[in-house]
């Protein structure tokens, strides 16, 4: 039986990319998964590892995880479900598995039907919400005054062992000349929200990452019964030297996958 896969680009690179990133482990999988790419809309700087090796356009699904750029994704996502789907899993890398997940968290919050029957986020940082009723406030460390305190009462602090990346220090009032008032900021973490994903998952990990600790976070934002965890001694990549096990998660989850349809 045939798993169609969709494929969700990391910020600053694009589908080709990605293709070429995951070109190796695809090779090595069954003929029958049927993996398809796309791109993110926006236009941004490239990825520091891509910039002198891949040509432009350099893509994102949004340029700062505020709930309306959040938003916006999880439709992006949407249109190419409708457009090209359906899909029985989606693959993502970095920015590209943050958004899958935070779209999979929010259909599950609203009890509606999954998008997906299975997923495999690479290098994943924590995912953000669209709303403000769910997630840590983190408006604060984004530059953005929290002076007007969050309506649902939300936590604001962000655990410390996340905190490893300069994102977090942008300003968006800078980045997009809008008022501070009109943006949020809304991080999910496990210690903050009960909402699980709970199809099966897979999960690869470099160990040099610097956004290593979200990936493990984002393990705890997904059923305990149903994920396989991978993590390996490299960093921010779909690392070709792990290949053959990348596989292996990908095949026990989809494996999964398919007794659920059988």
Not at 202 to 208: A, E, K, L, N, T
């Amino acid at each position: 039986m045939p798993v169609r896969v969709l494929c969700l680009h990391g910020q600053g690179v694009n589908s080709a990319v990605f293709q070429k990133q995951t070109q190796s482990l695809r090779e090595m999988l069954p003929a029958d998964y049927d993996f398809r790419f796309f791109d993110g809309k926006y236009e941004c700087e490239p990825a520091e590892e891509v910039r002198d090796y891949y040509q432009p356009p350099y893509l994102t699904w949004y340029n700062t995880p505020t709930v309306e750029k959040v938003k916006d994704a999880h439709e992006q996502i949407r249109q190419i479900i409708e457009s090209h789907g359906p899909f029985d899993a989606v693959m993502g890398f970095s920015q590209g598995a943050a958004v899958a997940a935070s779209l999979l968290l929010h259909e599950e919050l609203e009890s509606k039907p999954l998008s997906f029957k299975a997923a495999i986020f690479i290098g994943s940082p924590i995912p953000f919400a669209r709303t403000t009723q769910v997630g840590i406030d983190a408006r604060s460390y984004f530059g953005v005054p929290n002076t007007l305190p969050n309506a649902h009462t939300r936590p604001s602090r962000i655990p410390p062992h996340l905190l490893t990346d300069p994102a977090y220090l942008r300003n968006p009032a800078q980045l997009e000349r809008v008022s501070c008032d009109n943006v949020q900021y809304q991080m999910f973490h496990p210690t903050a929200d009960k909402v699980r994903i709970t199809l099966p998952t897979g999960h690869v990990m470099g160990m040099q990452d610097k956004w290593l600790c979200h990936s493990k976070d984002l393990v705890g934002l997904c059923q305990e019964d149903c994920r396989v965890v991978l993590q390996h001694y490299g960093g921010h990549e779909v690392p070709r030297a792990y290949t053959e096990e990348i596989c292996d998660v990908v095949e026990t989850v989809f494996g999964a996958l398919l007794e659920k349809v059988t």
